[in-house]
């Protein structure tokens, strides 16, 4: 089916004199929309009080949402290449506000099905596509700086609970006058739908400016000074190419598939689960010592400290290498969940301090494996192989959250919760980091078996599907 023309990739060629700078406020027009998905666990008590349901019922909205995150960026990241940026971001903001209008739908006629059919999987759709959208773009506009590019891409994400946790509850607060954000209340179903609708509407308006300002490089454009033979090539960086096809036949893939969803799991469980955390951590019978309005905040911290790690640990790979600072994410992270289940509810500080670091190598690990890809298998069809590897992302989305809703649910009644009752979902996460930490440690350079063949002079490679099929 042919695009209309005004989204074709031949339509958004830069001209001579085109600021590239230009193009981060676009990709960040999108990103902090999308990244509301991490300002979820802001009105969940409410959605559990409205439907009358379990933790985990509504713990798997947001499950469905990260499950089509990962599958439609496996599926459509070719698709997002071909067709330019401009097409997948006007996709996706289509999807994504969709999902909002079905999923208010859903809760102002108490219809679950349709909160999942709508945040679920037309929100998941546009995350996925949305997520993916300008990554490849900021990459071929700042070939001098690939790792600001690869954390500009994607910090937006991890940084879109810091705006959207406030807005929530102010536009709750708003909608339900009865709802004054402190411990022991949370708003109505009327008001959450009503903060479905707004949200629509908002992230409309902002993902189609970025999706109208976003532009590609013409063919053979360099920045002013940039000389590609300069670059100098890291030790451990492959020379060789390795075909998406190949790579997912390697156990450097599924080692490091093990390591993306250990760590993302660890952290996804918090982020969902966030602003009622911290409140039963600090519960002393029917109150919380943390309001409500200061759980909302700290849910903004954690956004903060997940869009800093994105930048500060991927920028920390680039001296001391991709496997080291694995091995920082899952061996520290694992000692700080350990400190998390012991001795997290002896202050309020100190629990923000291990969550905030825990929510930094969780965002850093997100923005390092695009770079840990290319280090294995090389530059050639990296972005397909990256699609692939984001399914670990979904199996995380999965069982993330079901652990810790699990848990939960044979504890107690939302409200009731005290620090004691999350520990055997924290130390199932020390688990789980240890496992990836070993799995991190197996990986190894890729076997020359899978490399493609050399080009030759004029830049094609021989067809030989079937010698790379037999090896």
């Not at 291990?354 to 690990?365: D, E, K, M, P």
């Not at 890809?373 to 993330?400: E, K, N």
């Not at 999350?422 to 996460?429: S, V």
């Amino acid at each position: 089916m042919a695009l209309p023309g005004f989204l074709q990739r031949e339509r958004i060629v830069a001209r001579p004199g085109f600021n590239r700078w230009l193009i981060p406020p676009a990709a960040l027009a999108v990103h902090l929309c999308i990244g509301q998905a991490y300002a979820t666990s802001v009105y969940k008590a409410a959605l559990v009080e409205d439907f009358g349901t379990s933790q985990t019922a509504i713990g798997i909205v947001f499950s469905i949402a990260i499950v089509m995150l990962g599958l439609s960026a496996a599926l459509f990241g070719t698709w997002v290449d071909k067709n330019g940026p401009r097409a997948a971001m006007f996709t996706s903001a289509c999807f994504w506000v969709s999902g909002f209008l079905v999923g208010g739908l859903g809760i102002q006629t108490n219809q679950l099905w349709l909160l999942y059919l709508g945040y679920g999987v037309l929100g998941g759709i546009g995350l996925g596509i949305g997520y993916i959208s300008p990554v490849s773009t900021l990459i071929k506009w700042f070939p001098d700086r690939p790792g600001l590019a690869t954390g500009m891409a994607i910090m937006g994400f991890g940084g879109g609970a810091l705006i959207a946790s406030p807005l929530s509850r102010q536009l709750m607060s708003y909608y339900d006058p009865a709802y004054d954000g402190t411990a022991g209340t949370v708003p109505n179903g009327d008001a959450v739908a009503a903060l479905f609708f707004t949200l629509a509407a908002v992230y409309l308006v902002f993902m189609m400016f970025g999706a109208f300002i976003i532009r590609v490089p013409a063919e053979g454009w360099r920045p002013d000074g940039f000389d590609p033979s300069t670059v100098k090539q890291k030790a451990l960086v492959t020379t060789e190419s390795v075909s998406a096809r190949n790579a997912v036949k390697t156990p450097q893939f599924w080692l490091l598939w093990t390591v993306l969803f250990c760590n993302v799991t660890a952290g996804i469980g918090i982020l969902e689960q966030a602003s009622p955390m911290i409140q039963d951590f600090f519960r002393s019978g029917d109150s919380s010592t943390v309001a409500a309005t200061a759980a909302a905040g700290f849910v903004g911290v954690l956004s903060l400290f997940n869009m800093a790690g994105r930048f500060v640990w991927s920028s920390t790979s680039d001296y001391i290498g991709r496997k080291p600072i694995y091995m920082v994410y899952l061996g520290v992270g694992l000692l700080l969940y350990v400190a998390l289940a012991t001795i997290g509810s002896s202050a309020t500080w100190l629990f923000v301090l291990l969550a905030a670091v825990i929510i930094s190598f969780y965002g850093g690990g997100f923005a390092t494996v695009p770079a840990y890809l290319r280090d294995l298998f090389g530059t050639f069809q990296v972005g397909a192989i990256h699609g692939r590897l984001l399914t670990a992302w979904s199996a995380a989305g999965v069982a993330g959250p079901l652990i810790v809703n699990s848990v939960l649910d044979t504890q107690g009644e939302p409200g009731s919760l005290v620090a004691a009752n999350y520990r055997p979902a924290l130390f199932i996460m020390v688990g789980l980091l240890a496992i990836g930490f070993i799995a991190n440690l197996l990986v190894k350079p890729v076997a020359s078996k899978w490399h493609e063949p050399h080009r030759d002079a004029a830049g094609t490679a021989p067809s030989t599907p079937e010698r790379s099929a037999a090896r």
